[in-house]
């Protein structure tokens, strides 16, 4: 999408790339004086043009009762005048999975919708704004001329592997935050964080019953699975089984598979409680048996054409067999119970118990508190509750993203699901598989978010059951088995050996990457680290294969930077 402070200036930028964009198979799909989008050739959300030509919703906009706005709705929402003031009264109006852009005398202003669903990133060139939801290299030419990679940043990143960072690496590149309101204008940039999960936690009113939680979810899952045809992912796990169970019996038809992915370890193989989930609807379980992982340069470079490094694609095989799946179903899509640990709260953690005192005060229930130390098998006494607390301080010293800013009168359990939340827009980031249709995760839509932040970390797990109030919510949707699960499926074992089995090949291409040579990375703690012993006896599969997701984005966006040419 580009902005234009005059048609002028954006004729300049646009005329030159303009057969760039058309080789690359990208259209234009709305042309105004003031304002034009291009979208490329695998484009699927809607686009709805304001009608006065001075802005664009693009993406599904639905009211609080899950109905779906219509197209003369949409460019009314478009056709706002909108400063923060227009931007929180459409946060609190609608939902959905949309970006909604508006230019006028103060500059041209970007909303992302607080599901952070469609990525938004912005910047400003010869008096154009740039807002666009994808990196790709058609793009090049649109981009500033001084473009460049902030190794820093990168090299902080390399240090958190496997933490979703809000902070882009790319200066002077602006990330635009779920919830966040952006203006870009000849006088600079200027934000404001319109939906901010702190403030719904301390304007929360009484806690929803289970028919309350139960209607909420069974509508949000409904109107973004649509008439749609999916891919439906049933792990075994609970979120996943919410997800399948808040389908109407018509859109259960239109799921063309459900898919579960399993490996011969005990703990990572649970097929017999996604067939029990399945069976309930009078369906057939697609059982997909996973043997290892077969990693080498081309599959991490696929991966990197993206504003952050994808930790949406540490698992290149799965991305691939869901991709395919979508494309041999004609499916619109998958859907997931991705996020639901955060939203619905999974964590053990005993600051539950803290949340309880500091929320009660002298009305704190000592059953609560109890139930909470017998779960997370530790001790009740204060010096123990103390010590969690001090690890918590300190572990907060490393938080960064715009929904953290805001912490003031929120309790540590509750602090700790809003970074659960944060890191949970990793799902939200493009993938493989996403290329061939949405990624669509309804737990992480806005009004469930809303949901759990407003309920207390003891409701949502009565101070001592994971996700205690949405196993009461779907106790008869689902098989009672899983709702009596205490166990988690475990994939530890499948990922060790299968970073032990492309060990080599990791190893070089960390150690001889770009971070290495940059100084991003300590090659002497990693070279200890890339080896098997290492690996064997303290693990840590999962940063090895996000380092090197950050390896290959680093490689590619120091090739396509030396590589630019003047326009």
């Known amino acids: 999408m580009l902005l234009g402070d005059d048609p002028r200036a954006l004729d300049a930028l646009v005329g030159p ?42 993406g599904e906009v639905f009211d609080q009762g899950g109905r779906r706005l219509g197209r003369d709705e949409r460019r009314s929402l478009a056709s706002r005048p909108m400063g923060p003031d227009a931007a929180k009264a459409v946060v609190s109006a609608v939902w959905g999975r949309y970006l909604l852009v508006r230019r006028g005398s103060e500059g041209a202003a970007v909303l992302r919708d607080p599901s952070g669903a469609v990525e938004a990133v912005a910047w400003r060139k ?48 602006l990330p635009v935050a779920p919830g966040e309101l952006l203006r870009l204008s000849p006088q600079g940039a200027f934000s404001w964080q319109i939906w901010r999960p702190a403030a719904i936690y301390r304007s929360r009113g009484a806690t929803p019953g289970a028919e309350a939680i139960r209607d909420t979810v069974m509508t949000v899952v409904q109107a973004l699975a649509g008439e749609d045809r999916w891919i439906a992912e049933v792990s075994g796990g609970l979120d996943s089984a919410v997800v399948a169970a808040s389908l109407s019996d018509a859109q259960r038809t239109r799921v063309a598979a459900w898919v579960n992915h399993y490996v011969d370890d005990p703990e990572g193989d649970e097929r017999g409680h996604a067939r029990a989930v399945v069976a309930g609807f009078g369906a057939g379980l697609t059982e997909v048996r996973r043997s290892g992982l077969d990693l080498d340069e081309a599959v991490f470079d696929r991966a990197a054409c993206a504003f952050r490094p994808s930790l949406n694609d540490l698992d290149p095989a799965y991305n691939d067999d869901i991709a395919q799946r979508i494309t041999w179903a004609n499916a619109d899509g998958s859907l997931t119970g991705q996020g639901g640990d955060a939203v619905f709260f999974q964590m053990a953690t005993p600051l539950i118990a803290l949340d309880e005192m500091l929320e009660r005060g002298r009305r704190a229930r000592p059953g609560a ?28 010293r490393g938080w960064s993203h715009p929904w953290l800013d805001d912490l003031g009168g929120v309790p540590p359990a509750k602090a700790l699901q809003i970074s659960a939340l944060a890191y949970c827009q990793a799902f939200q980031a493009p993938a493989v598989r996403s290329r061939a249709g949405a990624c669509v995760n309804p737990l992480l839509s806005q009004p469930i978010m809303e949901l759990g932040l407003a309920m207390s970390s003891v409701d949502l797990t009565w101070g001592g059951r994971d996700r205690a109030a949405v196993r009461a919510a779907f106790h008869d949707r689902l098989p009672a088995g899983l709702i009596a699960r205490r166990s988690k499926g475990e994939l530890s074992a499948f990922y060790g050996r299968a970073v032990a089995a492309n060990l080599a090949f990791l190893r070089d291409y960390i150690l001889g990457g770009a971070l290495a040579e ?36 680093a490689r590619h966006w120091r090739a396509r930077l030396a590589s630019r040419r003047p326009d």
Do not use: N, Y
Not at 27 to 55: K, M, N
Not at 135 to 162: C, E, F, N, V, Y
Not at 370 to 394: E, G, I
């Open 126 to 173: 010869r008096g154009v704004t740039v807002i666009t939801s994808v990196a790709d290299a058609a793009l090049d030419p649109l981009m500033p001329d001084d473009l460049s990679l902030d190794w820093a940043s990168i090299a902080a990143m390399a240090r958190q592997s496997g933490e979703f960072r809000h902070e882009l690496a790319l200066p002077p590149l």
């Open 369 to 396: 508190i109890h139930r909470v130390a017998s779960w997370t098998r530790t001790s009740a006494w204060p010096h123990v509750l103390l010590r969690a607390w001090r690890r918590h301080r300190a572990e907060r």
């Open 17 to 58: 790339v303009r057969r760039r964009l058309t080789r690359a198979r990208w259209t234009q799909r709305l042309a105004e004086p003031f304002i034009r989008v291009f979208a490329p050739p695998d484009a699927r959300l809607e686009l709805s043009p304001a009608f006065d030509g001075h802005g664009v919703l693009v």
């Open 518 to 553: 940059a100084g991003c990375i300590d090659q002497a703690a990693w070279s200890e680290r890339l080896t098997p012993d290492r690996l064997l006896w303290k693990g840590g599969h999962g940063a090895i294969l996000s380092l090197a997701l950050t390896e290959a984005w």
